[in-house]
């Protein structure tokens, strides 16, 4: 304490150089910790488009059975007060079975091309816009009205 308290020295502010190879292995390692991110990224894609092909397919095959369900709900019930047995209500019944399994085959085939449909729709769309980017005098006879 005779001589004084020395205070400690100014830190230096001054920034440290880092070697030329220190960086190239920064850069690598930054560069494979993206890649890494990028196909973790890409295999959580490719994950989610199956699984959202699976609900598509699922939802597709259980469409139809819903509509025969509903229909079959919406049938109205049979009436106890005439209880008489005939073939020809058999017959019926046999009938309305064909229709309905006709029905839900059609459904079927209308699910399975809506993809198409949509790829049509798409190129319709984008042909659409197409034209209306192109500078062509169209006949006010073809033109909307805008309400």
Known sequence: M????????????????????????EADA?????????????????????????????????????????????????RPEFPTVSTSSAEEDQEQ???????????EANIADLPKVLEKMNECVTRYEKSENLSVDIHPVFRRKCL
């Open 97 to 107: 079975l064909e229709k309905l399994n006709i029905l839900k085959s059609k459904i």
């Open 30 to 78: 930054e560069a494979q910790e993206l890649r890494r991110e990028v196909e973790e990224l890409e295999e959580g894609l490719a994950d989610l488009d199956h699984r959202v092909f699976e609900h598509l397919r699922g939802t597709a095959t259980r469409l139809p059975d819903a509509v025969v369900a509903r229909l079959a709900a919406l049938r109205p019930p049979a």
């Open 2 to 25: 005779a001589g004084g308290s020395h205070a400690p020295a100014p830190p230096n502010h001054r920034k440290r150089k880092v070697p030329a190879g220190a960086a190239e292995d």
